[in-house]
Each structure stands twice: as structure tokens, then as C-alpha cells.
């Protein structure tokens, strides 16, 4: 006999997306409270060396932590390439058999120039160069930077070119 359950808001989308997507996979699921080592411990562990990592860089590089979201996922790839001690191997090896295509010469906090040429096709407008802190690859095509502009701080998604 099979039955159909209407899908309420208050059901959890656990229960009908994942069962048979971690079976396909292979994936045992455990509930357990949340935030608590005990429980959560492997995810609290990296949580914390992530949280490390951006006060560390924050308090090296001396910028307001209203910033630290634009630092994010760049912390995040930095520790997917770092290899880990006990397996020998860095996490995007591990998982995906080689390193990501992805990864960017330059690391995150490390200074850079850029050029925005957006409005170049004004006549008599001259391209403007400003320096920042790289934040991140957030897709193929942008990255993350944070400069300082007329005193203020602030995160710039660019287009490199």
C-alpha cells in the first residue's frame, strides 16, 4: 500500500528529500543537538579553527569585524587546500581525488591593486587604482576584496580580468 503525505511547512524537508538521496550515496545521518561538542564535535572543531583563522587575520591585517563575511570563503578554501596531518591529504584531495582548479595565486589577507574601469566610456574620466585585502574566490569569475574607501571599509565583489 502506498500512501502520500501532503507536504506541510512544518515537515522537515529531511524527510522527504534525504532518505533516499543518503542511500543512493552511502550517507548515515545522526540527529543531535546542535552547537554542542559532544554531539557536533568533528563540526564544532572545524568551526572553531575557522573562527581562529579569521581573528587571526583580522587582528594581523588590524579590520573592523563587520568584515569578517567577506573573508569567509576565502578562510574556507584556504583550509580545503591545507593538507591535514593524520590523513596526509587536504581535504579537496581527499573528497574530489586532486586539488581544485580554482585555487588562486594569491591567499587570502594578501594585499592587491585593482583598476575599475566600469565607467570607461566617459570621455575625460581617468581609471581609478585603489589597494585592498583579498578576501576569496566567491565564483569562477569574482573575488572578494576589502578596501578602504574615504575612511571607510568596505567589501568590493570584482570581475578580474
Known sequence: MHVKLP??????FTLFYLPTSRKQEGIHHEFGAPYTPKSQGR??????????????LFLSLCLPSFLWPFF????????????HS?????PDV??????????????????????????????G?????EVGFFGGVLLT????????????WVGVRLHPS
Open 7 to 12: 507536504l506541510s511547512p512544518l515537515m522537515s
Open 43 to 56: 563540526v564544532e572543531r572545524v568551526n572553531a579553527s575557522v573562527k581562529a583563522l579569521i581573528r587571526k
Open 72 to 83: 569567509l570563503q576565502g578562510v574556507a578554501q584556504q583550509l580545503n587546500v591545507t593538507v
Open 86 to 90: 593524520a590523513t596526509g591529504l587536504s
Open 94 to 123: 581527499a573528497v574530489f581525488g586532486k586539488g581544485s582548479a580554482g585555487v588562486s595565486p594569491v591567499t587570502v589577507g594578501d594585499q592587491v591593486r585593482f583598476v575599475d574601469r566600469a565607467p570607461g566610456h566617459v570621455q
Open 125 to 129: 574620466w581617468e581609471p581609478r587604482g
Open 141 to 152: 569569475k569574482v573575488v572578494s576584496v576589502v578596501c578602504n574607501r574615504k575612511g571607510r
